[in-house]
């Protein structure tokens, strides 16, 4: 029997995950799931049914669905060992910087990162209000302030007065977050810190204030950050001396490409779509998507949902070549068959 | 930067809450609340939909603490209707707030005339800056204590407190 739940587009809004609830929410949240009804039901649906079942299908595609890839479990578990590390950790705390081109799934990883510790907190500590993972995002053109303020609007704090310096609302964050047990912090987006600029740089050293007065493990992951300058200077030394750095990759066409699209393929619920007709066209779809897992991620989901409204059913070649991935990879694609030329 | 009504609702609760006692004082438990949060109270205004001098909204105090509506508007004096003038604040045993992880005075309004804790016979009465002296080498005190309170209508029962989400 298919599980129609009454999913629209504008119920269910969902806060940011750099909210205090919008992250819990990602946190209990279960990987979407949805039968197809059988053949006979299917075709016997009125027009209205049918609309609230194509509905729940959409839906059910447009859930990004995480496949564990050898990058995410390598990163959760260079994670763990951290923040196993620095439990104990009196001084410096060691961090993990995850770096690589846009849509290399470094979000989804270091998110899972958190959501795994977080689940493992939740059951080693069942009934506390703690706060195990801080997920912000580095301020764009970020000051001190702003990064303070980040925190805070995560944690649901009150918007602070004009008159309030950084160190109040730092100091009020950290206190916050050691009453509550905070052992995960995540910067993402950490490329929006500039080291050439002063305003880079005082964010830098306010983030450094953070990780000496929070008995944390602090987690960051940028666009190549390598090549950015984080790791200049100074301070991008003192970073660079006491962070691992992981980077992530476009996934080469192997065995592992055609898991992933495999697993990909097994989440789609289309009633004439053969599976394994997107595993024989992995080579296909690595040359659409350049490897990348987030491009994958769309134009599987894309078609999908193209399948649904044109009613088709199934994920063609001809079909996927008619959705448009992101510019980079499409610009990238063009480069590299103008050279093969 | 200008402020917008909009911007002002309370989207989340807070990071951190405390319960709130039975018949505690309303800025008793705003200044707990804030303090836990390590904010001022004139920080947390702006999330209740108060100003000095206002009484907050319950069902923005609920939205930011996490408490029932109901729960809130039970327990605390002075968040429906003004503070009680006829009676006197005192302030809660501290080994009572304490048994709750509750280290800072609590002003509560007592339901009936409460000079002694009879769990800790600890003398309670008087005002909440009074000290709350040991009255175990003092048993008439509590004999009279409990006397009085045998005849006098009592707080509500216990059980009463189910059903509310409170601890």
Known sequence: ?341 | MTERWFDLVPRQQLPRTTAPFRGEALHSFLRRLAAVNHITVTDLQPLLGSTTGKRPDPRWLSIVTGWPVAALVDRLRGLTEPEPRHRFPSALCRLCAARRNVFDTVIVYPDGHVNVCRRHRLWIGGSHTAPQYDITPLPELRTAHCATHASAPGPPARHARRGSGLP
């Open chain 1, 1 to 341: 029997m298919a599980i129609l739940t009454p999913v629209s587009q504008l119920e269910n809004r969902r806060q940011p995950t750099t909210t205090l609830e919008g992250w819990r929410r990602f946190i209990e949240a279960e990987p979407s799931q949805f039968e197809l009804l059988p053949e006979q039901d299917w075709k016997s649906l009125d027009d209205r049914e049918r609309v609230a079942y194509d509905e729940a299908r959409i839906a059910h595609h447009a859930e990004l669905v995480v496949v564990t890839t050898s990058t995410i479990t390598e990163i959760t578990n260079e994670g763990r060992l951290l923040t196993l590390l620095n439990q104990r950790e009196i001084g410096a705390r060691r961090g993990l910087i995850v770096s690589g081109p846009a849509a290399t799934g470094k979000t989804t990883a270091i998110k899972q990162l958190g959501r795994f510790h977080e689940l493992r907190t939740q059951m080693r500590f069942p009934g506390t209000n703690r706060i195990p993972v801080v997920y912000v995002t580095a301020p764009p053109k970020g000051s001190p302030r702003k990064l303070a303020m980040e925190f805070a609007r995560f944690l649901g704090l009150p918007p602070m007065r004009a008159r309030q310096n950084v160190t109040d609302i730092a100091d009020a964050v950290c206190q916050v977050l050691i009453d509550a047990r905070t052992d995960v912090v995540v910067v993402d987006e950490i490329h929006n810190m500039n080291l050439a600029t002063s305003a880079g740089e005082d964010l830098s050293d306010h983030l450094k204030y953070f990780t000496e007065h929070l008995p944390a493990t602090f987690i960051y992951a940028g666009i190549d950050v390598e090549r950015s300058g984080l790791f200049t200077g100074v301070r991008g030394q003192q970073i660079a001396g006491r962070s691992l750095l992981i980077n992530t990759t476009p996934f080469p066409c192997t065995t592992e490409w055609k898991q992933l699209v495999g697993g990909l393929e097994a989440t789609l619920r289309l009633h004439r779509h053969q599976q394994g007709t997107l595993v024989a066209a992995a080579k296909y779809l690595h040359q659409r998507t350049g490897g990348m897992i987030g491009s994958l991620g769309h134009l599987i989901r894309a078609s999908a949902i193209r399948a649904v409204l044109e009613g088709t059913e199934q994920i063609t070649r001809a079909l996927m070549d008619t959705v448009r991935v992101d510019h980079a990879v499409e610009s990238a694609t063009r480069r590299a068959s103008s050279t093969h030329r």
